[in-house]
Structure formats: C-alpha cells, structure tokens
C-alpha cells in the first residue's frame, strides 16, 4: 500500500484529450479491447501473450481532492483499510490469497484517484478480480483495525516528515495550490485522519465507488471475452447514484493570470493539451506569490524546489509544458544541468518536470546543493528564467526531446505492468487509450513559436513560490532573494504504434576464448537492443585504502572516449534514444546500454570504443567525485541508508565484503586520475560475459565482441572467505529525527551454497504483506508501518535481516517481536499455506522481473560470469518449489539463532 506525495513520472502516464487534430487516421493498438458494461463500468483488455503473466489495475475517482476538509485523508485510510479483511478473508488473507499464487497485491492513492493493483500468473487472473471485489465492496472495518491502521498512518506521517523531498513537497503545495484540495497532504493530517470513522469510511465508499467512476483494466496472457464474463459477474450489480466527479475550487482561482485559459482532467503528471482554446473550468492557483521561504533543518545538504502555477491537464499549453520541461531539465543534455551542474558545478543533482493534474499544476526545478551556493544558483536561476526563450535552447535540444518523450512513452510498454498502468491511464482521464496517439502526435508537430507562446504564458515571477531546506543558517535571506527577484525577472504583462508481437527464439552461448563469452538471447517483441557486459574483479581489485574507486571509476566510465567528450557523449545518446549505465559490485563490474535497434550500426561501434578506449576525463572524474561525496552525504542523511553504510564495515572488517561501497568522502576526495587508470588496468582484462537480449543481429554482435577478446586475459580474483565481527551490537544516531530504525543480522553461507533456494523462500515466508512479519508486526502489533525481510548473499557469505522502523518507545517491544517471530518458526512450523504463498510469490516475483530486455541481458551475464549456468536463477526456485515444511523449519534452528545475531540500530 503506498500513497503518492506527488504525481507519477510522465514515463508511465501521459494524458491528453481526443479533440486534437491529427494528419491521418490513428491505428488502434492490437490486441485492445474495450467495453462498458451496463452499469457503466469500463473494462479495457489488452491480450499479450509474450509473458504468463496478467497485470490488473482498478482505477477509481476517488482522490484526495474529492474529499471533504474535515474528512482529509479518507481516500488514503480507505485504501489502507481494504486490506483489513471482509466476511470472506480474514485480516490479511487478501494479500495472502494473491501472493500464495506467486501474485503482489498493492494500491495507491494520488490527488485525483486511488489505483488498485494485482500482478500475478496469467492462470490466476480470475483469483485477482475476485480479490479486489471483495476486499473494496465488502470491507468489514472492523473498529479495532481501523485504531490500529489510524495509528500506522500517523506513524506514516511521523516518517514522511523525516525526508527532506516529501517535507519540501508538501510545503510547496499547500502554497502554489492554496485554497484548493491540491493544497493538502494527500496522506490528511493528524487532526482528520483521528476523526473518521467506520460510517465515514463506508460511506465513502458508497459515493465515491460507482462503476461509473471506475475503469478496470487486464493485460497479459487472458482472453478477453473470459473477463467480460466474469467482470460482469463481480462488478455486474453495481449501480451509480450522487455526485461521481465533482471537485470543489474556489472561483477565485478558476483562471490562469492575465487571461490566460484551460482546463483539466486526470491524475498525473504530464499531458496534452485540448486544442479547443478557451477550455475554462481548472483550478490554476497559488498564494500571493512570489513566496519564497527558507527553513532550516537537520539536513546535511540543500533541498531547492522552484515552482510556478500551470493549468490542468487539458490546457492548450500543456504538451508544450512537458516538452519545455524536458528541455529545461529532463536529462543530462538539459539546459540545467548543463549549466549549474556541467559548468558551473553548484548543484549536486538538478530538474525540472511539469506537473499536470486533474483541476491544477506547477512548472517546477528541483536541486541539492551547498549551502554555500544558493544565492548564486537563485541569481543564475533568475538570469536564465528572465531571459528564457526557444533560443536559449540548442538546435538540437527540441527534436532530442521529442524523441526521448516518445521513447519514455513506449518504454512504459515495456511490462505488463507498465502497459496496464499507462492504457488504463489513458481510459480513465480520456475516455479512449488510444489518446497516446494523439498526444504523440502533438509532441512532433511542436515548434519554437508553440514554445515560445508557452513560455510568455507561464513562465512568470508573479505567482511563484520557492522552499529551500538548508542545515545551515548561513544562507541568504528570504528578502534578499525576493529582492534578487524583483531586480532580475520584472514582472511583465501578457495575452495570454505499437509494433507486432513477432516471438521470441533460443538463446546461444559461444564461447569466443577462455574467459571471453557472448549469450545471445534474441526476443523481436520490441524494436530495442539491450547490451550487458559483466567483468569478474570489482571491489575485490581494491586494497582497503581503495574503498569506493571501483564505483568512482563506473560514474566517470561513461562520460568520454577517444572521439567523445562528456557533453557530445550525452549528445549522441539523447538523439538515438540511448541508455548507458556502468556498475561495480563487491566481485563485479559492468556496463549496460539499450537502445532502439534502428541505431544498432553506431551504438556498436560506440560500445565498443567506449570499452577500448574510455577518456577518463580529468574534468569529468572531477565532476564525478563530487557526485560521489553527495550521494555519500545523502545516505547519511537517510536513517536506512546510514544503517546500511555502516553494516557491511561493521560485519566484515579488513575484508572487501566490508568496504563502504562507495567510500568516504575524504579517500573519494583523493583520488587521482592515476587511481582511476590503475584500476582500470587491473580490471579490464579479466574474464568477461556479453549478454545481448532483444532484436539482435548476430553477425554484429560477434564482429564487436571478436574485437573486444584481443589480448591475453588475467586471472578472476579469488575472494578469501571472510571472518564476521566478534562485536554484536552496533549504535548510531541520527539526530532530529521521529523513527529508530532497527536491523537484526542473521549470519548465512554465500550463493554457492546448496541451500540457497531454501533461504530465498525463508525470505519470502518473513516478508511481504502477508509474510510472518508484517503479519505480527504491523498488522497484530501496530508496531511500525515499515517491516520487511532483506537477504545479501555473495559468493562466500550472506545474511538474512529484519528491519522495522518504529518509534522510539518501541525499540524492546520490536526486538521481541522479532524474536517472537523465530520462536514460533521454530516451535510451531510453517503452516503450508504459507510455504505454498512463498513458493508462488518467488515465481511470481522472477517472472515480473525479467520482462525488461536489459533485465535479462543483466541476468544472463552476472550468472555466466558467476560460473553458474544460464538457467541459474531459474533452477534456483525450481529447487526452492521443492523445499518441504520439514526442510525449512531446519533452515530456521540453523541459522536464525538469536545469540548470533548483530543488532544494529539508528536512533533519532
């Protein structure tokens, strides 16, 4: 269950309305189907066989927005109160029931729906309508539930406020959304949330979950006249009754500044415009802006976020938004990043997005940084926006956007998971999926006079309203940046395809020369190519006073070759639609690329010069140690993440399983090129694994990596086994902060060990909504709204470990839980029905995560290069599915034996 602070990434949704006018007839997308069903509820289908799998969403109107203010939270608390059992299913059993098939039971809440979700085997679908009927329609709210679930969710809250994006967020919103529902928290505040009751609750239900406010979507391997059948049968007595979409917005703020029209339908971010000019009716809003305010807190870095007020989704302007976006700051070649973070160096990361939901939106650049250089971020921000038009772009920048938002947009399709969310999304906001084409459509007709009418429109100081978090009271103050402000940017006055699904083939392993191998794994589903290449060494290269260069040397890897510098790198990769991305692991290095096959003649070619012959840039290694010791500062800034830096130094001394991955800011600060070039000597001559998943073309393929297998080849590092810390207890502190986060170590052998498959199956039985611990922690207990299950295995060692974030008067109960757990593992057993979830759940888990070509080329060549087989992972939960009560329950007395266990714990 998860509710969304802000909106979904414009890669899963985009929306826009059908009125646009389009060149030619647009094709409808093979293998959709739509229907409505008498009572109104729309049922869309999309049959896709690729995968035996099935992905189902419910979208309901039933928003935060569409609440009272006195009732805030409800949507959020409802979702969460679903999951608490009916007169059919117990507390729990909903979930149970979905992952006991090798299924995920989920839901979210946003601004303008709540979406349901279940993905499970394509043979169960059956199973997940039924699932989402009964816990929705037939919700038993129990009282003592709903106490304890009230309590989670103002312990959600507690946790929210412990990061800095989401506390940020919400400041923003409750002023550039104010006197509108936009403005509150979708979660509610404590105040509401304490107040509803279980007639509120359903209630609720009866207004809000009318078919009429409801799309259901299938895609994956079903028949669409089957779930006709059956949807009818579930939701078939239905009916609509009261009020299904209004939205209350004060007049005031029904439009835009200075004439400026538009309207809105939908729920996420980006979309596309209604071409009909004069659309009225959205919720444009803001405070007396400009507003700009400075808080500071117990942060190590800067949080800058920026926005200004656009109208809703359906606004004329609002696919231009997206593309000026993008251009402003959607990737590295971004104007930006190219300026504050390539040239200047004054932010650790940098963005922007347009934000476009159903009745409201803002324009908005978020940014890290050093206290230090706010005041010249804020005056170059100034400069830039004051003076923005199509031509502070580069020639290239508006077409490398439109290719890289088409490609945003199909890369959705990817999973059925993606490919429900989007078509559903499309359904619900605009009544057709085929919406996409249109909105494609108006992405390439986008010229520079369109932006340029945009920018004059929407780009303007008088409404904006800026947060920024510091830890520092060194900082400029507010008036003087709204002087800067003023004196920089004047107000001023205004007018205002789908390709077929051809099959997937055998997969091939040559062995090109002992310790040089190429898997090829052909799938034409897609037109795309995806390319890993996995190297034996890693951390393993490294002496101890190296901790952190071998993932230095992955962040600068890819920023230059021989031909290319860093920006004609990201250059190149924005205009072919191209993705790369280097790694280090404890034992393993590796590349990965993906790309649209009709590139494939170059994107070779740059793949391997890019092995061969990589710059190492002074300038660019720079710029990567920079990033390095933010990332570093910002998992010290997370409770999990300080916990997890300091467990593996704390597990493993003088060991590389015990290096801080990515270093410390004073080592990562030294490091020379010569580092960087040292390292790179030792490492690119080890054994290697090429995988290639997707439409390949074999010769290719083979002429690269024959050029690539030149040479003589080193030895793998053989890892020596480790020895794990006499000390058993580990305290740190994370001042200023609600939660204390605990993790509770049990020692395990590493992945060669034959009894691997059994602990990933323990891992799947503790973990989970239904697992044992969710189960008893969260749900019996109300101790935490967080607790899950975490396995780490490498080659010679792994553990197993339980997590809880909770409060700080818990701490003793949480550990007792945690031991409670075990000990009724070990007296009672497991019951089967348990084991029989865990063991679908693995299948099921597997299978979701191998629909990505890039996924399955990763998959390939880590288990090659292992010295595992190709089918490794999936023999593995074979032999897990064979795993019996007996065998597991002797897995339990070996290795979760309390007086073995660490204790690591991050207090406030």
């Given at each position: 269950m998860a509710n969304s602070p802000s909106p979904i990434d414009r890669s899963s949704r985009s929306t826009f309305p059908l009125q646009a006018p389009v060149a030619a007839p647009l094709p409808a997308s093979p293998g959709t189907q739509v229907h409505v069903l008498a009572n109104g509820l729309t049922v869309l289908v999309h049959e896709d066989d690729r995968f035996p799998l099935v992905s189902i969403r419910l979208f309901v109107r039933a928003g935060s927005v569409h609440e009272?203010?006195?009732?805030?939270?409800?949507?959020?608390?409802?979702?969460?109160?679903?999951?608490?059992?009916?007169?059919?299913?117990?507390?729990?059993?909903?979930?149970?029931?979905?992952?006991?098939?090798?299924?995920?039971?989920?839901?979210?809440?946003?601004?303008?729906?709540?979406?349901?979700?279940?993905?499970?085997?394509?043979?169960?679908?059956?199973?997940?309508?039924?699932?989402?009927?009964?816990?929705?329609?037939?919700?038993?709210?129990?009282?003592?539930?709903?106490?304890?679930?009230?309590?989670?969710?103002?312990?959600?809250?507690?946790?929210?406020?412990?990061?800095?994006?989401?506390?940020?967020?919400?400041?923003?919103?409750?002023?550039?959304?104010?006197?509108?529902?936009?403005?509150?928290?979708?979660?509610?505040?404590?105040?509401?949330?304490?107040?509803?009751?279980?007639?509120?609750?359903?209630?609720?239900?009866?207004?809000?979950?009318?078919?009429?406010?409801?799309?259901?979507?299938?895609?994956?391997?079903?028949?669409?006249?089957?779930?006709?059948?059956?949807?009818?049968?579930?939701?078939?007595?239905?009916?609509?009754?009261g009020d299904r979409h209004s939205v209350h917005c004060p007049a005031a703020l029904l439009s835009a500044p200075n004439g400026a029209q538009g309207g809105a339908q939908g729920d996420a971010k980006n979309v596309a415009p209604n071409v009909a000019k004069g659309v009225s009716g959205d919720c444009v809003s803001g405070g007396p802006a400009p507003h700009i305010a400075i808080h500071q807190g117990p942060w190590q870095k800067a949080h800058f976020f920026l926005a200004l007020p656009i109208p809703g989704l359906r606004d004329v302007h609002s696919v231009g938004l997206d593309v000026l976006a993008h251009m402003l700051g959607g990737d590295r070649t971004s104007l930006l990043y190219r300026e504050f973070k390539y040239e200047q160096g004054l932010v650790d990361t940098i963005s922007a997005s347009a934000t476009s939901l159903d009745q409201a939106g803002m324009l908005s650049i978020q940014a890290q940084l050093d206290p230090a250089n706010i005041q010249a971020l804020w005056t170059g921000l100034m400069n830039m926006l004051a003076d923005l038009t199509p031509e502070a772009f580069s020639p290239e920048a508006l077409n490398r956007a439109k290719l890289n938002m088409e490609d945003g947009l199909f890369q959705a399709k990817e999973t059925f998971s993606g490919m429900a969310s989007k078509l559903g999304y499309f359904q619900f906001h605009e009544h057709s999926f085929e919406a996409e084409q249109v909105y494609l459509h108006m992405i390439k007709t986008m010229d520079a006079e369109q932006l340029r009418d945009v920018i004059r429109v929407h780009v303007r100081p008088e409404r904006l309203v800026c947060s920024i978090f510091t830890p520092t009271p060194e900082t400029p103050a507010e008036e003087d940046l709204r002087d800067t402000l003023t004196r920089k940017w004047p107000s001023r006055t205004t007018a205002v395809a789908t390709a077929p699904l051809v099959g997937r083939h055998q997969p091939e392993i040559i062995h090109l020369a002992p310790g040089r191998t190429?898997?090829?794994?052909?799938?034409?589903?897609?037109?795309?190519?995806?390319?890993?290449?996995?190297?034996?060494?890693?951390?393993?290269?490294?002496?101890?006073?190296?901790?952190?260069?071998?993932?230095?040397?992955?962040?600068?890897?890819?920023?230059?070759?021989?031909?290319?510098?860093?920006v004609q790198v990201q250059d190149f990769l924005a205009d072919r639609a191209a993705r790369v991305a280097a790694g280090a692991g404890l034992e393993q290095l590796y590349l990965n690329v993906h790309f649209p096959a009709r590139f494939r003649p170059e994107m070779l070619t740059f793949f391997e010069e890019l092995v061969q012959e990589p710059a190492w840039l002074p300038e660019e290694l720079a710029r990567a140690k920079q990033e390095q010791c933010a990332a570093i500062v910002r998992a010290e800034d997370s409770p999990v993440g300080l916990a997890l830096r300091h467990t593996f130094p704390f597990l493993f001394s003088e060991h590389p399983y015990g290096y801080q991955r990515s270093g410390g800011t004073d080592a990562v600060t030294g490091f020379s090129r010569e580092h960087v070039l040292s390292f790179w000597e030792r490492q690119k001559d080890r054994p290697w694994v090429l995988a290639a998943c997707g439409n390949l073309d074999r010769d290719a393929l083979l002429t690269m990596a024959g050029n690539l297998a030149r040479g003589d080849v080193m030895a793998a590092p053989t890892p020596r086994y480790p020895r794990w810390s006499e000390e058993r207890k580990l305290s740190l502190q994370l001042k200023d902060r609600n939660q204390t986060h605990i993790l509770v170590v049990f020692p395990l052998p590493g992945l060669g060990s034959e009894q691997t498959p059994g602990l990933n199956l323990l891992r799947e039985v503790l973990a989970g909504q239904s697992g044992m611990l969710f189960r008893e922690l969260r749900d019996v207990r109300g101790l935490a709204y967080s607790v899950t299950a975490l396995l780490w295995q490498e080659t010679l060692a792994g553990f197993l470990a339980f997590y809880i974030g909770t409060s700080p008067d818990n701490e003793e109960a949480a550990v007792q839980g945690f031991q409670d757990v075990v000990r009724d593992l070990i007296d009672r057993g497991l019951p089967e029905t348990d084991l029989d979830r865990a063991k679908n759940l693995l299948w099921g888990d597997y299978q979701r995560s191998r629909q990505r070509l890039i996924a399955r080329a990763h998959e390939a060549a880590e288990n090659l290069s292992r010295g595992f087989t190709l089918d490794h992972s999936q023999d593995m939960i074979e032999q897990a599915r064979q795993t019996t009560p007996h065998d597991l329950a002797a897995l339990v007395r070996e290795y979760l034996q309390w007086d073995q266990a660490y204790l690591i714990k991050v207090r406030p």
């Open positions: 009272a203010q006195k009732q805030a939270g409800i949507s959020h608390l409802l979702e969460h109160m679903v999951f608490k059992g009916t007169p059919r299913r117990v507390q729990g059993q909903a979930a149970a029931d979905i992952e006991s098939l090798g299924g995920e039971l989920n839901a979210a809440t946003g601004f303008d729906a709540t979406m349901y979700i279940v993905d499970l085997p394509a043979e169960h679908w059956a199973m997940g309508l039924d699932v989402i009927q009964d816990m929705i329609f037939n919700a038993s709210f129990d009282p003592e539930e709903l106490e304890s679930e009230r309590q989670v969710i103002l312990a959600e809250m507690d946790q929210g406020d412990d990061d800095p994006h989401r506390r940020i967020f919400k400041s923003v919103q409750e002023r550039i959304w104010a006197g509108t529902p936009y403005a509150r928290p979708i979660i509610g505040v404590p105040e509401t949330v304490r107040s509803i009751t279980r007639d509120d609750l359903a209630a609720y239900v009866r207004s809000r979950y009318q078919p009429g406010n409801m799309v259901l979507v299938l895609c994956g391997d079903v028949r669409p006249e089957k779930v006709l059948e059956q949807a009818r049968e579930l939701f078939g007595r239905l009916t609509n009754h190429v898997v090829l794994l052909p799938d034409t589903s897609l037109p795309y190519t995806a390319l890993t290449m996995c190297w034996n060494g890693g951390d393993l290269l490294l002496p101890p006073s190296d901790q952190g260069l071998s993932e230095l040397t992955a962040r600068v890897w890819t920023k230059g070759t021989r031909s290319k510098n860093a």
